[in-house]
């Protein structure tokens, strides 16, 4: 964006990832940043980017980072494929820690819900 172009705020869709493994959940978005792979670390990145530009050009932003967001075409090797690949063919359904454990649960969004939350947050400006 040019800066004669500036507008409104942008509102940035990054990562969970950025947090690696969290030492609690739900994290926190003071959560130290420690991301455990290269995609983590290139959210980073960008992160700090938006930053760098908003402060040289003043550019307003907002950093949104979303955590398992699921939906069409989306990779065989991302969690909710894998699940519902081997529900299709009658596998069992791997999850890390037993429902009754008292361990946390993880949220997901399918993409048609982020979509519908980042058009209702343009919609509340």
Known sequence: MRREEQSEEGALR???????EPKVIPIPETAIRAPVS???????????YCKAYAQRFGLP???VRLFNVYGER?????????????ALRG???????PAHSGAPSV?????????EGALQRQDDE
């Open 14 to 20: 990054f990562s969970s990832e950025v947090y690696g």
């Open 61 to 63: 932003y907002s950093i």
């Open 74 to 86: 989306q990779r065989d090797d991302f969690v909710m494929s894998v699940f519902i690949n081997a």
């Open 107 to 115: 949220t997901w969004t399918t993409r048609r819900r982020h979509a």
């Open 38 to 48: 290269e995609y983590g670390v290139s959210k980073c990145v960008g992160e700090e």
């Open 91 to 97: 596998a069992p359904l791997n999850i890390n820690a």
